[in-house]
């Protein structure tokens, strides 16, 4: 009996240890998976995705991208040289349109057939002040009837021959295309060769039963390399 005791004793010992062993080594392992270790590496994890993902959106961005306007330094189109200057003859700002004016200066034709030795030419220097020019100029004649003159400033040239229709909200506008049915190109095309010359036609649709009572207005421009200068500007009306 007291050898059973004993051994029983002694097999309750050896498996107290055993249980005691086996229930500390899962604390041991388990210490990993504390909060503290998970954070470090959640911290290590995230160190490397800032800079891939900022690549990313910079990638994104670069491919993204969708431009304004024209580079600064590159011309610009005929259409957003043409739309600069008609806003600016609506608002009278002569500089604006003086900025895009060749040196060699600007012709200005009241009617469609262009006289390309007795219609006007200013510079850039006096498009600036024609507003404020008091000269009565003699813009157009007919030689065998002095009475038949445009004599007149700049300032009343502008209200009948330049912008004297709302052309940017009443009007339609295309580059190179005469628009309106009785729309006729005049010696156009003989005074600016299309070799080397684009327009914008600008016109107004009549509004009397015929639709004669139609206007228009044409801005020249010279082309060289990729740029465009104002060379002409050039007035039609219909005569309802």
């Known amino acids: 009996m007291k050898w059973n005791l004993i051994t029983y004793l002694a097999l309750g010992i050896i498996v107290t240890l055993a ?24 911290e290590i994890q995230m160190e490397s995705y800032p800079a891939a993902e900022g690549e990313a959106l910079s990638q994104g961005a670069r491919t993204n991208k969708k431009s304004s306007g024209p580079l600064e330094g590159q011309p610009l189109s005929v259409t957003e040289a043409s739309t600069s200057i008609i806003k600016a003859l609506q608002e009278k ?34 498009i600036s002040n024609l507003l404020s020019d008091p000269t009565r100029y003699v813009w157009r004649t007919t030689p065998d009837l002095d009475d038949d003159k445009i004599k007149m400033t700049y300032a009343d040239y502008h209200l009948k021959y330049v912008y004297n229709k709302d052309f940017i909200h009443d009007g339609e506008d295309a580059v190179n295309v ?17 070799a080397n010359h684009d327009f914008v036609e600008f016109h107004i649709k009549g509004t009397d039963a015929e639709g004669r009572d139609w206007h228009t207005l044409r801005l020249v421009f010279e082309k060289i390399g990729q740029d465009h200068i104002l060379v002409g500007i050039v007035h039609d009306q219909g005569i309802p």
Do not use: C
């Not at 041991?28 to 270790?37: A, D, G, V």
């Open 19 to 42: 249980l005691a062993a086996y229930s500390s080594a899962p604390e041991e392992r388990s210490e990993i998976q504390t909060s503290e270790n998970m954070q470090k590496r959640q």
């Open 93 to 126: 700002d002569m500089e604006t349109v003086a900025s895009w004016a060749s040196e060699d200066g600007v012709r200005f034709s009241p009617f469609a057939n262009i006289d390309p030795v007795n219609d006007l030419v200013f510079s850039p220097d006096e």
């Open 178 to 194: 005469l628009l309106g049915q009785d729309a006729h190109p005049g010696n156009l095309h003989e005074i600016y060769p299309e």
